[in-house]
């Protein structure tokens, strides 16, 4: 059973910066495409960064592309997101996926065929 936890969400200032943690049991995380996904009130969820299993390759999407890394501590079954410059609009709850369709989601903006959400952590920017 695929168990995942994000955390690190917090209230912020427009400006600040926040780094995200998510920790994933239940399946071999070495081998997985991860991507952080994230849905603010109103809106569907979309992706908006992935990294391969080995971190060699990430990508991002234009919104938060300069301002967000993504990246995974195999070791740990743990994937971040560390986010600079935050926006108001960047308010959301921030979701982690797991899968090889992550990273198409992620360009295309596209649903994810992973079924596995967590709660999420949310992500609040005030301006």
């Known amino acids: 059973q695929v168990s995942v936890a994000e955390s690190g969400g917090d209230l912020v200032q427009a400006g600040g910066s926040l780094r995200l943690s998510c920790t994933v049991s239940?399946?071999?995380?070495?081998?997985?495409?991860m991507g952080w996904f994230r849905q603010a009130p109103g809106k569907k969820r979309a992706g908006i960064a992935c990294?391969?299993?080995?971190?060699?390759?990430?990508l991002y999407v234009d919104s938060v592309k300069g301002r967000a890394t993504i990246s995974r501590e195999n070791a740990k079954n743990t994937v971040y997101l560390q986010i600079d410059s935050l926006k108001p609009e960047d308010t959301a709850t921030y979701y982690c996926?797991?899968?090889?369709?992550?990273?198409?989601?992620?360009?295309?903006?596209?649903?994810?065929?992973?079924?596995?959400w967590g709660e999420g952590t949310q992500v609040t920017v005030s301006s």
């Open positions: 996926a797991a899968g090889e369709d992550v990273c198409r989601s992620v360009v295309a903006g596209t649903p994810t065929k992973f079924d596995a």
């Open positions: 239940g399946l071999n995380f070495d081998d997985m495409i």
């Open positions: 990294i391969t299993w080995s971190g060699a390759t990430t």
